[in-house]
């Protein structure tokens, strides 16, 4: 569900269409982000570390963004995603009838392709935005014909769900708005309510490889000065969080050079 970085060139989900373009939806720069007349300010040094980059956004300041962009934010933001959701999707190979949750499911995207190939019948998806499930329920009523979307406002860090009450899940560009504690959170808990040998597939922004590094680099310099501004969306390297919550990595893959935003695409297993 993260955002692009409006300094690389892309257009911001925290911005929302005027007569005269995007502008911030705050309507004001931030302190962090001086207005374009403004002097640009001095490229900051990057914190080279294994672990990711602070964020303390906290999930009440993260549902109001992503509220606030809801209608939006796939006219801006699918474009950069598309690519490395689709892998996703290949790499979950949801079959008919298989328990499916994906957490963080924003506008429904990928789960309205889900279901669309493989039933709507148990599968469900959680999102702590209220205003990107409205979204994704008229998308699900228009795209995949459902009476019912099984959509929840939930908090991913402790899932509304029984123990291993899914056979697989899915999250996409959420992990990476969270702090490090919560990220740990939700994966712990992914692991409780998938089903022993079930499946979790993981799409998230990452260190860019190759000519991608720059994208990556000037994204985390922005980041560090001014995280809202990107929405709390950093770079990460998801390996580490997988291991100690107890996963499997069985496949990663990586999308970028022009087709996504630098991610990488992550199969674990319980």
């Not at 990711?52 to 699918?78: E, H």
């Not at 474009?79 to 506008?107: D, M, N, S, Y």
Request: with cysteine; charged share 20%.
């Amino acid at each position: 569900m993260s955002c692009p970085a409006f300094r690389l060139g892309y257009s911001h989900p925290n911005l929302r269409p005027d007569a005269t373009g995007f502008s911030p939806w705050y309507e004001t720069p931030s302190q962090n982000n001086p207005a374009p007349s403004s002097p640009t300010p001095p490229k900051l040094p990057l914190v080279t570390t294994p672990e990711p980059l602070p964020n303390n956004l906290g999930p009440t300041r993260l549902q109001q963004i992503y509220d606030s962009t809801a209608t939006f934010y796939d006219s801006v933001v699918a474009q950069h995603q598309a690519r490395a959701k689709e892998l996703a999707i290949e790499l979950l190979a949801r079959q008919p009838g298989e328990r499916f949750l994906e957490i963080g499911c924003g506008t429904a995207w990928a789960l309205s392709r889900i279901v669309a190939a493989s039933g709507a019948a148990n599968a469900a998806g959680i999102d702590v935005s209220p205003g990107m499930l409205a979204v994704a329920r008229d998308c699900l009523l228009s795209d995949a014909a459902i009476a019912n979307p099984p959509l929840l406002v939930a908090d991913a860090r402790a899932l509304p769900f029984a123990n291993a009450s899914f056979d697989c899940a899915l999250t996409t560009y959420t992990l990476e708005v969270l702090p490090s504690d919560d990220i740990a959170a939700v994966l712990r808990d992914c692991v409780r309510v998938l089903r022993p040998g079930g499946r979790l597939v993981i799409v998230n922004l990452t260190e860019g490889e190759g000519a991608d590094a720059a994208i990556s680099d000037e994204w985390k310099r922005g980041y560090l000065a001014d995280p809202e501004y990107y929405s709390g969306s950093r770079p990460l390297v998801l390996s580490p969080f997988m291991d100690a919550a107890g996963l499997t990595l069985q496949t990663r893959r990586y999308s970028g050079h022009g087709d996504s935003w630098p991610s990488e695409i992550l199969l674990a297993t319980r």
